[in-house]
């Protein structure tokens, strides 16, 4: 079980947008940054977002984070079939002192 | 690039430990620290510690304490990870991350290795 909750999994068709959610608490999300991996199959998770919104720079605009509260939100506009892959929200935890993800949440380009 | 190149695949029997490396190069190796993150198969994501390579400092969750040591060497811009007492449970593949933490929190791993499988099995 999770300390962070995202859906399992969302799909929609190429080119159209998609949204993950990630939910927490006042211990986590709510005092601290969020960040956004992607870990495509069988590699190692990529850095998408960090600090709730903000994207390295080699990051396409096309990704984008935003926080309210306990709660962050992953976009991303333009769907392509290369987007397929598992996304991970990550947050520091104050009460655990841990760092802790979500479950992920699988995109499907349909 | 930052890089960060680890180790090759381990074979452990039940008991046994594993020692895990982490090759950091184009950075400044004692700005940043690095994290360690599992994942076993098909699961999600579990961070299982810190360490400063400048000063030493661990951080690690309550569940690895005890059981899981990070050492750095400077010379070698190199960190470590060893895991003892291992159980099957242990089996996942073992990512270090360069992270960023303050006296408070850790930020999360901007760069990321390519990841150990680390197999327990009698």
């Known amino acids: 079980q999770s300390v962070l909750t995202q859906p399992p999994s969302v799909s929609a068709a190429p080119g159209q947008k998609v949204t993950i959610s990630c939910s927490g608490s006042s211990s986590n999300i709510g005092n601290n940054y969020v960040s956004w991996y992607q870990q495509l199959p069988g590699t190692a998770p990529k850095l998408l977002i960090y600090e709730n919104n903000k994207r390295p720079s080699w990051i396409p605009d096309r990704f984008s984070g935003s926080k309210s509260g306990t709660s962050a939100t992953l976009g991303i506009t333009g769907l392509q079939t290369g987007d397929e892959a598992d996304y991970y929200c990550g947050t520091w935890d104050s009460s655990l002192s841990a760092e802790v993800f979500g479950g992920g949440t699988k995109v499907t380009v349909l | 690039q930052v890089q960060l190149v680890q180790s090759g695949a381990e074979v452990k029997q039940p008991g046994a430990s594993v020692k895990v490396s982490c090759k950091a190069s184009?950075?400044?190796?004692?700005?940043?620290?690095v994290s360690w993150v599992r994942q076993a198969p098909g699961q999600g994501l579990e961070w299982m510690g810190w360490?400063?390579?400048?000063?030493?400092?661990?951080k690690s969750a309550q569940k690895f304490q005890g059981r899981v040591t990070m050492t750095s060497d400077t010379s070698r811009t190199t960190v470590y990870m060893e895991l003892r007492s291992l159980t099957s449970d242990d089996t996942a593949v073992y990512y270090c991350?360069?992270?960023?933490?303050?006296?408070?929190?850790?930020?999360?791993?901007?760069?990321w290795g390519q990841g150990t499988l680390v197999t327990v099995s009698s």
């Open positions: 184009d950075y400044t190796f004692s700005t940043y620290g």
């Open positions: 991350a360069r992270d960023y933490c303050d006296s408070a929190r850790c930020f999360g791993g901007d760069f």
């Open positions: 360490i400063s390579p400048k000063s030493g400092q661990t």
